[in-house]
């Protein structure tokens, strides 16, 4: 099965890479989790970092862009009420917001500073809107996630999270158990 290739509706193919590391992941224990990326310029799925198998939850959670989108495994090892030694492959697709940062949508009356205003219209001009570069990343994460996910076989859960509650170390375990 070749796993390079773009992605019909995205466009998106996979870097070998990423099974081989997922693989590692799934069947050696090298890694406790794996955090992948869009690279628009090579049009492909690409590994970004891995985690030892020492690291905690937070310590994958802390990897994760604060405004971006990402793929990730996270091998979550847990102990069943039978006192049994159990993992659980998550693949969880981000599209998180800045974390600490509850998303709330403000209106005002009071009039804007023109010297902010004048700061905000040069940056706009030269970098370009930040929302509508968030929107075109979430598209291409969108689009490509059913592929991308299909490939790494013996994935026990998915999580969408468009928040970083979404996939909360509780949620994670709620979903092991």
């Known amino acids: 099965m070749s796993f390079r290739g773009p992605n019909a509706s995205s466009g998106m193919g996979v870097a070998d890479h990423c099974k081989a590391t997922y693989l590692e992941l799934q069947r050696k224990k090298v890694h406790r989790y794996v955090i992948f990326k869009i ?7 690409v590994v970004e970092k891995t985690g030892g198998p020492a690291e905690s939850y937070d310590d994958f959670t802390a ?7 990402r793929y990730a495994i996270y091998d979550f090892d847990f102990v069943t009420s039978e006192n049994c030694q159990k993992s659980k492959i998550f693949f969880i697709a981000c599209q998180s917001k800045p974390k600490g940062k509850p998303h709330v949508s403000m209106t005002t009356t009071a009039k804007p500073c023109p010297q902010k205003m004048e700061l905000v219209k040069q940056n706009l001009s030269t970098k370009g809107s930040p929302s509508v570069s ?3 990343a979430k598209m291409l994460y969108a689009t490509s996630k059913d592929r991308f996910r299909r490939e790494l076989e013996g994935i026990h859960y998915e999580i969408q999270a468009t928040d970083p509650t979404e996939m909360d170390l509780e949620v994670i375990r709620e979903r092991a158990n």
Do not use: A, Q
């Open 63 to 69: 990897s994760l862009p604060e405004n971006d989108c």
């Open 134 to 136: 968030r929107i075109r």
């Open 39 to 45: 690279d628009e310029k090579k049009k492909e799925v």
